[in-house]
């Protein structure tokens, strides 16, 4: 099984639809990231959470929220769905980094395809 | 945040030596510099991490001039299974909630050819 499982793979929307994309991990890390990618673009931080109580916005947080309901699972959600939000959606998860003893690396989920019509 | 910049795409032929560079001239003092790997439809994956001289794994190598305005990936002896975009980060890995944040930019695309 993944480390870092994102739900649905998949989804095909209509605009102004509300949707949400949920995301486990079993890693046991404390924080958590969405990120949005588009054709031929990198990755944009939509938001991460270093831990349940902390929510912070990334670049591009309009028209996105996002829930941490527990330490190993991040949702995000998109209120009222448009065109311009079609793309590959990826939750990541690290660790501490240096200030823990590591990397900080990055691990991510295998990614959901959103298209909203 | 300091911005990255890299070559958009890269091609080599099977067995070569890649070198990506990434220039970062307004590194900070607590940055590393980190880079990840993207097969298409997949999440990036971490190569390697440093801060400052050479870092080698079993998959590549880094090297950091001093003044560490710039970084170069080396991928030895590549094959066509390394044909991804490459991405290089640098951020601040011992921040605290707040202030801590990756930016992933265009990447460059590596295509290795037979």
């Known amino acids: 099984d993944a480390d870092v499982t994102q739900t649905p793979r998949n989804r095909i929307t209509k605009t102004g639809k509300r949707i949400m994309l949920e995301c486990s991990q079993t890693k046991g890390h404390d924080r958590m990231y969405w990120y949005r990618q588009d054709p031929g673009l990198g990755l944009r931080l939509i938001y991460y959470?270093?831990?349940?109580?902390?929510?912070n916005k990334g670049e591009i947080s309009d028209g996105y929220s996002v829930s941490r309901q527990a330490q190993a699972k991040f949702s995000l959600s998109l209120e009222s769905a448009i065109p311009n939000q079609t793309a590959l959606y990826f939750c990541a998860t690290s660790d501490k980094g240096l200030a823990g003893g590591s990397t900080g690396e990055l691990f991510f989920g295998e990614g959901s395809r959103l298209t909203v019509l | 945040l300091a911005k990255t910049t890299q070559p958009i795409s890269m091609d080599s032929y099977e067995g070569q030596e890649v070198n990506i560079t990434c220039s970062h001239n307004n590194i900070a003092t607590n940055d590393y510099i980190t880079w990840y790997q993207q097969f298409p439809s997949q999440g990036p994956r971490f190569i390697i991490q440093?801060?400052?001289t050479k870092v080698t794994n079993e998959v590549a190598s880094l090297f950091i001039p001093a003044d560490r305005k710039s970084s170069t990936l080396s991928l030895p002896r590549v094959s066509l299974s390394d044909t991804a975009v490459y991405y290089c980060?640098?951020?601040?890995?011992?921040?605290?909630?707040?202030?801590?944040?990756?930016?992933f930019g265009k990447g460059t695309k590596l295509s290795v050819i037979p």
């Open positions: 440093g801060y400052k």
């Open positions: 959470s270093f831990d349940v109580k902390d929510i």
């Open positions: 980060l640098v951020g601040d890995m011992y921040s605290g909630a707040g202030s801590y944040q990756l930016t």
